[in-house]
């Protein structure tokens, strides 16, 4: 059975960094690309990074390029989002993603697994 779990989130102010993890299990996580998208209150789920299975492929939104980094560890089977520089805007419930191959996809669709959430709260 596939799991993934979310942990990192927190209350934090502007400006400061946070780093999510998703530790994966029950799959071969080598072999999949993986990504982190969010949910704010009120607004539908966003992507926000995408990495290839061997993490040599990374794509960003524009709402978060060149603030967070999204990395992998394949010998802990765990992906992690880098989040520098926090706004207020970046509040969200933040989750990470298998994809269903072993690319990257910005389409919500093309992910079958998904993690509980970690919250994230940027306070002014």
């Known amino acids: 059975q596939v799991q993934l779990v979310e942990s990192g989130g927190g209350l934090v102010q502007a400006g400061d960094s946070l780093r999510l993890s998703c530790a994966a299990s029950g799959l071969t996580f080598t072999i999949y690309g993986m990504g982190w998208f969010r949910q704010a209150p009120g607004k539908e789920r966003e992507f926000i990074a995408a990495?290839?299975?061997?993490?040599?492929?990374?794509q960003y939104a524009d709402s978060v390029k060149g603030r967070f980094t999204i990395s992998r560890d394949n010998a802990k089977n765990t992906v992690y989002l880098q989040m520098n520089s926090l706004k207020p805007e970046d509040t969200a419930v933040y989750y990470c993603?298998?994809?269903?191959?072993?690319?990257?996809?910005?389409?919500?669709?093309?992910?079958?697994?998904w993690g509980q959430g970690a919250r994230v709260t940027v306070s002014l």
């Open positions: 993603a298998k994809c269903r191959g072993s690319g990257w996809s910005l389409g919500p669709d093309n992910y079958d697994y």
């Open positions: 990495i290839s299975w061997s993490g040599g492929i990374t």
